[in-house]
Structure formats: structure tokens, C-alpha cells
């Protein structure tokens, strides 16, 4: 069986998710491997649940905005579990590795989305390049 099969197989197995919040995850994941982990600090390309996790976050807030926490929910996306879930998933029709210290358990409230997700847009203009930019800092820092 190939990957797409795999993969029809596991949404049709498990409908909590739409589909579209696995390809976020692997997304986040290549978002993770680039900006949030120093690949310098280490040998091999293994990303942790709270490393994936801060990815999430950040890869969200960069594509989505202000609606970030309203566009995962809508995939089924509501806490940081979730995401393990999707995961393990993932593990479990082998369209994703991991290494035997991984568990479900490492995803477990690293984050509530309510908090981290309540953004405020900061607009600043670049006279140099006559554009608006947007960046998005949390309400309750």
C-alpha cells in the first residue's frame, strides 16, 4: 500500500480531523525543522513534542493571523493533544517516524490555545519598500 492509501485509510478510520490539518502538521513540521530547532545543536533531525508543538504555534500565527486558533478548530485542531493525536496518527500509518521516547503524553497541555492564539495585529509601514507589514503579538504578554 502507498502513502495516499495509507492516508485514506487513516482519515477514514479517523474522522475527528480534516485532512487538511495533517497537511498543516507536516507543514508545521518542515516550519519546525527550519526556524525553531538550532540544527547545529544536534546530529540527527528528530523533533520533539513541545519543539513541534512551538512550530505549530508559530507556523499558524504566521499563514493564519488573528484566525489561527478559529482555522484548527475548524480542522478539529482545539488543544495541543490534538496535535499529538494527529501525530501518532500519523506514527501508526507510517507517514511519520519516531523515536521510542516519543509518547501521546509529550503533547498534553504544553499550551493553551486560548492564550496563545488571542493575538493583537501590529501594522508598521517600510517607507523603503512602500508596504504595510503586519506581526502579531500576544494579548496577555
Known amino acids: 500500500m502507498n ?3 495509507r492516508f485514506q485509510l487513516l482519515i477514514r478510520k479517523d ?3 480534516d485532512p487538511e490539518a495533517y497537511n498543516f502538521i507536516y507543514e508545521a513540521l518542515d516550519h519546525t525543522l527550519k526556524n525553531v530547532i538550532n540544527p ?3 546530529s540527527n533531525q528528530h523533533v520533539t513534542g513541545p519543539e513541534l508543538l512551538e512550530g505549530v504555534r508559530q507556523y499558524a500565527i504566521e499563514q493564519f493571523g488573528c ?3 478559529m482555522v484548527l478548530e475548524n480542522w478539529g485542531i482545539k488543544s495541543t ?3 499529538g493525536e494527529i501525530v501518532f496518527n500519523l506514527v501508526e ?4 517516524g ?3 521516547s516519543d509518547s501521546r503524553l509529550d503533547f498534553i497541555d504544553v499550551y493553551a490555545f ?6 493583537k495585529p501590529v501594522f508598521s509601514y517600510r517607507q523603503d519598500r512602500d508596504e504595510w507589514s503586519t506581526n502579531y503579538i500576544v494579548r496577555s504578554s
Open 3 to 5: 502513502a495516499a492509501e
Open 15 to 17: 474522522e475527528r480531523y
Open 40 to 42: 547545529s545543536s544536534r
Open 67 to 69: 484566525l489561527s486558533q
Open 81 to 83: 493533544g490534538d496535535v
Open 93 to 96: 500509518y507510517d507517514l511519520m
Open 98 to 100: 519516531k523515536q521510542d
Open 114 to 119: 486560548d492564550d496563545v492564539f488571542d493575538l
